[in-house]
């Protein structure tokens, strides 16, 4: 009996992580390094096919990090280096409350007041925001290897640039491109 036991908790160990394994990765080269993110279709399937589809069109190469606020986030995905917003697709049905929370590490849709608003810009969280799962921004993947670049685009100095009354680099923080890790 505890053979049988034994079998059905490394059949279960190893289902989990073909799950996991199964979930798509991003790679957004930026001018600090790479970051690699985790996206979870299980939990968000809508958003993370619109973000792939945004990779996959290069859409976010060549844009930057145009909002870093040290204790909170750092978004990107809509305004090149001279912060022109870069057209896009129409916007998705958001689908917060799926358990991925705003927590460090974590990204998710940027959108206006609007809750199925959001189109291409994201954000990564640099502490924990449980209010914003309150406030209903949706979750859809994790950094799994990059949190140091993260940091170092958190860390840079903002103020207020172009339409911007503050939190925009002074330094641009480019995304170089993004695109899948199997490609």
Known sequence: MKIRA???????VFAAASAHAANPVVVLDTS??????ELFEDKAPITVKNFLQYVDDKHYD?????????????QGGGYDVDL????????????????????????????????????????????????????????FG?????????????DTPTGAR????????KEDMVIKKARRADK
């Open 6 to 12: 034994l079998f059905a908790s490394l059949v279960a």
């Open 32 to 37: 600090k390094g790479d970051i690699k993110i």
């Open 62 to 74: 060549g844009l930057v990090f145009h909002r870093v606020m040290s204790n909170f986030m750092i």
């Open 84 to 139: 022109k917003e870069r057209k896009t697709r129409a916007a998705i049905k958001n689908e917060s409350g799926n358990g991925v929370p705003n927590k460090r590490g974590y990204i998710a849709m940027a959108r206006t007041r609007g809750l199925d608003t959001a189109t291409s810009q994201f954000y990564i969280n640099v502490v924990d925001n449980p209010n914003l799962d309150k406030m209903q921004y949706c979750a």
């Open 142 to 154: 994790r950094v799994i290897d990059g949190m140091d670049v993260v940091d170092k685009i958190r």
């Open 162 to 169: 172009g339409q911007f009354e503050s939190d925009v680099p």
